[in-house]
């Protein structure tokens, strides 16, 4: 044989080797046995499949979906099986169970449930709302209500929500002391990435400016004392490792989880994501989240993403295999899936970085890596592995690095499907959506920039760039893959506002103000921005998403269309209930707490 056809046997060899192994990828699990199948009736079922767009009747059996039609085309399966029909919906509009791509659950509901200083209503989903607090001295007086409501007066306060941009000032020591000089008091802010600690709080937790001098983020007065102020995620680890055990209780966490679960369901979300597994505790948040998915009360499934950095510091070589190896945790409500990393810092604290132009006051934020090469080289052995990878970026440096940094690693090793992420994507730019485009990446855009953040950000970073964040349209024209979120606990999971927002591009707490109309998305992209897309975005578009045969018979029940309402009642059309695994779970339900057990 010669040399080149020993090459074409060897390719070919090679090739046939990768069918066999994709095969048996692609072998499904062996049918289970039908006992039982139930027929919802609808008075519109909205599929999301281009293929059979519309039903009226879904036929449910074993938690997943038989088939997707009318009933009298439910025959094959009715005919031959023990068969129920649920007619609780047929007046109805039924989609398919409604997806929060990007969110932190477990984080999320510890802080929803903490004492609120957040500018806007908050959602209770056990009570009424939040009113929110309208300027700084609104917010002191509400930090000084909680502090005298705690009777020990050793006991920690922590604040949940505090908007540095809304407020008009970034606290620190002193100003929270104006709340307590006696008592610990953490402020926790509405972007997640800053904590401000009154003097109390420092005293209390021996903080020293020695302890902490080579932690990125902590602040410092002229006389080169700690100011209180604790910036972005290295800094707030530091004080999570002293605090955590007094702020964030174990025995508080089933409630936490339960209290985001009700929330989610009352927003007709049925899967979410969980954005930075690993942030608070591995093992702890292990330990729950295996133990919340398989409780009765549970009616969420759960991606978790896992955050690279903590696994990194606690497993070092071994990180990648101890991610790998959560999955043996998996079942149908916990598929964990893919890393995450952070290129930049905060948009709503107005940290990311921002260099063409800077911010109009002349700062520029900060980004986390120098270069894209560095980037690359810390998210390498990730790609190599085969990660489903997932970025925080905001800024233009931030998104530059990015999408650079995915360049880089292509052209070291090429990939397909790789589902690269970039999420939130605060300020980008035409030619980084045409960038993405090219190296098939993905987009999770945060639709909070543009329904709460416009009006506020638009001094800080001019009219026309707080207009265009989140730009859908312009990659939805592109072709781009793209899903919409709330980043919980940033802002509270309403899809059907998110929804609205994308459709009218509106502020809803302010003015009304249509921002970057021409970024606006139809109806039908909107609603595939929570559903399939948001489905593929986490890398579960086989289980969730759409209503298809085979998928979980995962459901969200309407009062209406959002497609077919006028576009400016979308936010406003009722949730009835969500279907789980073909369990029904009407709002109604979840309007006060439950058993955990």
């Given at each position: 044989m010669g040399f080149k056809s020993k090459l074409i046997y060897l390719a070919a060899a090679s090739l046939l080797s990768s069918a066999v192994s994709a095969t048996q990828l692609l072998e499904p699990p062996s049918s289970p046995h039908i006992s039982n199948v139930t027929v919802f009736l609808a008075k519109k079922v909205v599929t999301m499949d281009p293929a059979i767009p519309s039903a009226t009747a879904i036929a449910v059996a074993d938690g997943r979906i038989l088939s997707v039609g009318t009933l009298e085309e439910m025959k094959p399966w009715t005919d031959r099986y023990p068969t129920s029909i649920n007619r609780q919906f047929a007046n109805k509009v039924i989609y398919p169970g409604f997806i929060e791509a990007h969110a932190h659950p477990l984080l999320a509901g510890i802080l929803f449930n903490q004492p609120l200083l957040t500018p806007s209503p908050m959602p209770n989903p056990w009570g009424p709302a939040f009113p929110g607090v309208p300027n700084l001295q609104a917010a002191i007086d509400q930090l000084k209500k909680y502090s005298l409501a705690i009777k020990d007066p050793g006991q920690t306060l922590l604040a949940w929500g505090y908007d540095v941009t809304a407020m008009g000032k970034t606290p620190d020591r002193q100003l929270l002391d104006q709340a307590s000089t006696t008592r610990p008091i953490i402020v926790w802010d509405n972007s997640g990435h800053?904590?401000?600690?009154?003097?109390?709080?420092?005293?209390?937790?021996?903080?020293?400016?020695?302890?902490?001098?080579?932690?990125?983020?902590?602040?410092?007065?002229?006389?080169?004392?700690?100011?209180?102020?604790?910036?972005?995620?290295?800094?707030?680890?530091?004080?999570?490792?002293?605090?955590?055990?007094?702020?964030?209780?174990?025995?508080?966490?089933?409630?936490?989880?339960?209290?985001?679960?009700?929330?989610?369901?009352?927003?007709?979300?049925?899967?979410?994501?969980?954005?930075?597994?690993?942030?608070?505790?591995?093992?702890?948040?292990?330990?729950?989240?295996?133990?919340?998915?398989?409780s009765p009360a549970d009616d969420l499934r759960i991606v978790p993403v896992v955050y690279a950095d903590p696994?990194?510091?606690?497993?070092?070589?071994?990180?990648?295999?101890?991610?790998?190896?959560?999955?043996?945790?998996?079942?149908?409500?916990?598929?964990?899936?893919?890393?995450?990393?952070?290129?930049?810092?905060?948009?709503?604290?107005?940290?990311?970085?921002?260099?063409?132009?800077?911010?109009?006051?002349?700062?520029?934020?900060?980004?986390?890596?120098?270069?894209?090469?560095?980037?690359?080289?810390?998210?390498?052995?990730?790609?190599?592995?085969?990660?489903?990878?997932?970025?925080?970026?905001?800024?233009?440096?931030?998104?530059?690095?990015?999408?650079?940094?995915?360049?880089?690693?292509?052209?070291?090793?090429?990939?397909?499907?790789?589902?690269?992420?970039?999420?939130?994507?605060?300020?980008?730019?035409t030619a980084m959506v045409m960038k993405i485009k090219a190296l098939g990446a993905v987009v999770s855009a945060n639709m909070s920039y543009i329904s709460e953040r416009a009006q506020l950000e638009y001094t800080a970073l001019g009219f026309d760039r707080a207009s265009y964040a989140t730009r859908l349209g312009t990659l939805v024209h592109a072709g781009v893959i793209t899903s919409i979120h709330s980043d919980a606990p940033v802002s509270a999971p309403v899809p059907l506002r998110e929804v609205w927002s994308a459709v009218t591009r509106k502020d809803v707490y302010n003015d009304g103000k249509i921002w970057a109309p021409a970024e606006a998305v139809s109806a039908h992209e909107a609603m595939k921005m929570i559903t399939i897309n948001a489905a593929y975005t986490l890398g579960v578009e086989d289980k969730v998403g759409t209503i298809e045969a085979g998928k979980f018979a995962d459901f969200t029940v309407l009062d209406d269309d959002p497609q077919t309402v006028p576009a400016a009642k979308i936010k406003d059309v009722p949730i009835v209930a969500t279907v789980l695994g073909g369990k029904v779970v009407p709002v109604s339900e979840t309007k006060h707490p439950r058993p955990i057990n």
């Open positions: 800053n904590m401000y600690l009154n003097s109390a709080a420092i005293a209390h937790y021996q903080i020293t400016p020695e302890k902490v001098k080579n932690i990125k983020g902590v602040g410092l007065d002229k006389d080169g004392q700690l100011n209180g102020q604790f910036l972005e995620i290295p800094a707030i680890t530091y004080i999570l490792s002293v605090a955590g055990k007094d702020i964030l209780k174990p025995n508080e966490i089933p409630n936490a989880y339960l209290y985001i679960n009700d929330l989610m369901q009352q927003g007709g979300i049925t899967t979410s994501g969980d954005l930075a597994f690993g942030t608070l505790s591995i093992e702890a948040e292990t330990k729950a989240i295996k133990a919340f998915t398989t696994f990194i510091q606690k497993y070092g070589a071994q990180a990648i295999q101890e991610a790998s190896n959560l999955q043996q945790q998996d079942n149908d409500r916990l598929i964990f899936q893919g890393v995450k990393f952070y290129s930049d810092e905060g948009y709503l604290p107005e940290t990311m970085r921002m260099e063409h132009p800077s911010y109009t006051n002349g700062t520029i934020g900060a980004s986390n890596f120098k270069s894209a090469q560095d980037f690359a080289d810390a998210m390498k052995p990730w790609w190599n592995a085969g990660f489903h990878i997932h970025i925080h970026s905001n800024g233009d440096v931030g998104n530059q690095n990015t999408l650079n940094a995915l360049q880089l690693l292509q052209d070291q090793k090429p990939r397909f499907d790789h589902r690269f992420t970039v999420n939130h994507f605060g300020i980008p730019s």
